[in-house]
């Protein structure tokens, strides 16, 4: 079955670095998002992605943020200057785009900032 | 308001109990409904989308009513395995999913 994957499962950085989170969306999907859970919280959504551009963001995602799909098949996200506060699983999912069709998510990268 | 908001839980039964979670959302345009699961630090999985006019998917059944933009799941004959936090989602005009916070049930032998 196809799947969505993420690297690293786990990442941790100093305050002020920064992170790319790595996603390999299915293949033949065509719309990509990444949302975040704060330990304890609910999934909050960041930023959906289509046709090589942002469709939407939240406000969470913020100039700290951006993301891109480099080569047709991976799709990242980049956080400039890590916070304390962005410590969190950070999900990437995948979606093809016709009608109702679900969503499916990789399982997520536990991002840690000290 | 909460976008989407779940009873709080969590919830503890025994095996075998019959469950049934609630659910509201605020957007009456939302497009789509889903349940989805999620265990301890692990991605949300779907369990089933949610159609207006009901659905089963053997000891799960999904009711949603537009109207009253409520959304329900109902777990019969519950199993150990069903311990998980229930997550209900609805996609907007847009695409995106907005999760409600969650509610966790906890089954017992």
């Known amino acids: 079955e196809p799947e969505v994957t993420q690297t690293p499962s786990h990442q941790v950085t100093q305050m002020g670095q920064e992170v790319i989170l790595r996603c390999v969306p299915i293949?033949?999907?065509?719309?990509f998002y990444w949302y975040r859970q704060i330990l304890g919280q609910k999934v909050e959504f960041l930023v959906s992605f289509y046709n090589n551009e942002i469709s939407e963001k939240s406000e969470i995602f913020d100039d700290q943020f951006s993301v891109e799909r480099p080569d047709g098949s991976n799709f990242t996200l980049k956080i400039r200057s890590t916070k304390l506060e962005d410590s969190a699983m950070y999900f990437c999912?995948?979606?093809?785009?016709?009608?109702?069709?679900?969503?499916?998510f990789g399982q997520g990268t536990r991002l840690t900032v000290v | 308001r909460k976008e989407v908001e779940q009873d709080p839980g969590p919830f503890n039964v025994p095996e075998g109990a019959t469950v049934a979670f609630n659910c509201t959302y605020s957007?009456?345009?939302?497009?789509?409904f889903f349940w989805y699961r999620q265990d301890c630090r692990k991605e949300p999985k779907l369990l089933m989308s949610?159609?207006?006019s009901g659905n089963e998917d053997g000891r799960f059944t999904a009711q949603l009513n537009r109207a009253s933009q409520y959304i329900s799941l109902l777990i019969r004959d519950s199993k150990l395995s069903d311990s998980a936090t229930y997550l209900c989602?609805?996609?907007?005009?847009?695409?995106?999913?907005?999760f409600g916070q969650g509610t966790e049930l906890s089954v017992k032998p």
């Open positions: 989602v609805v996609r907007d005009q847009g695409g995106k999913l907005i």
């Open positions: 957007n009456s345009a939302s497009q789509s």
């Open positions: 293949s033949n999907h065509l719309y």
């Open positions: 999912a995948s979606r093809s785009g016709t009608g109702a069709a679900e969503a499916f």
């Open positions: 949610v159609y207006s």
